[in-house]
């Protein structure tokens, strides 16, 4: 829990930890009104489908420019101009008038939580590296903890009965503890290397780091869409429990992320990886009992597995030899999103021709190679 101390008692840490807080407010406000949203708009499940998937083209439009833009104004400058933008950019979907501007404004969202979201991990890279400090996994338990805040701030929705009222509100919250903090982080740039002309070499533990990376948020995604159905129609669960597998992933992820560090700093990245990757092992071998409560038992243990994995993914990325940091961290996050995106409807297919079991065995099989993975990354001196 030292980490959780260190952010909570140091407005150093406090600052970049509420960026990691304020992206899941404003996304997970916005994500409460989708049903208002497609209502008011009277679009169908098709195009909604679509106008979301322009919110993910926005992410991904800015993670190949994201890098040059950071090391070019200051990591510590980019997040707060991310913050702004994204603050902005979130009350553009609810005052959209028509399908076509709904697709162009969550594009912009999209875009502005892409560029926050490299900015603030790469500062979190760069306050650790220069406080010999660790608590990237705390702050993204804090990310964690912001959909927490953006899911209670679901009960405003009748008393308010105004989205863009309530999400003004959440903007007012993001900006204002924002501009109380920013000034401790504003500062910060990101230490200069020497950088070595580009080589395959230079690009192979990356390379291996995204894939990983795609596999381990792939598998997320695929838990948060996945779980509850799994729940109902493989498990055959009561409908009181179809909902407990995800909130046993979601309690332990955010425990686990506010834990991590300080078990990092003993066992070291790669180790705590593959720490991780065993835990999600026999969270997958107790899903696939198909026994409802030693499933919701393996998704939590799932959820514990994961929780760590991401933030040191991030913190290995922002520390390989020759690439800057915000490089680093960018790849990384890019490799990420796209199985966060990419695996869950790739499962649906496979669920479809087979079933759930066969795509969590596959699941089982991803957890396996991520271990591998470790052992490798360990050779390579990561």
Sequence with gaps: MNSLQLILSNSRYFGPAWVFASLNILFGTWAIYIPTVQEKLAIDKSQ???????????????????????????????????????????????????????????????????????????????????????????????????????????????????????????????????????????????????????SFSMFKPLLLLGIISFIAMGSEGAIVDWSGLYLKEISIAPEALWGAGFLGFQITMTLGRFLGDSISSKMGSVKMVALGALLVLIGYVAVLSTLTYMVIFGFALVGLGFSAMVPEFFRIGGNVKGVESSQGVSFIAGSGYAGFLCAPPILGKIADSSSLVTCFYILLVCASFILFATYVLKRKGH
């Excluded at 902005?88 to 969202?109: C, E, K, R, W």
């Excluded at 502005?112 to 608590?135: P, R, Y």
């Excluded at 903090?181 to 500062?187: A, D, S």
């Design 48 to 198: 909604l489908g679509v106008a979301i998937f322009f919110l993910s083209l926005g992410v991904f439009t800015f993670f190949p420019i994201a890098s040059t833009i950071i090391d070019r104004i200051g990591v510590g400058k980019a997040t707060w101009y991310g913050v702004l933008c994204s603050s902005v950019a979130a009350l553009l979907p609810l005052i959209a008038p028509s399908f076509y501007t709904l697709m162009a404004a969550l594009f912009v969202f999209g875009a502005t939580n892409g560029f926050t979201d490299i900015a603030m991990n790469t500062l979190v890279t760069e306050v650790e590296k220069k406080d010999n400090a660790k608590f990237m996994s705390a702050a993204h338990g804090f990310f964690s903890l912001g959909g927490v805040l953006a899911g209670l701030g679901s009960f405003l929705i009748g008393p308010l009965d105004n989205p863009i009222l309530h999400m003004s509100i959440a903007v007012a919250l993001v900006v204002l503890v924002n501009l109380i903090f920013h000034k401790n982080f504003k500062h910060v740039v990101a230490a200069s290397i020497e950088k070595e002309g580009f």
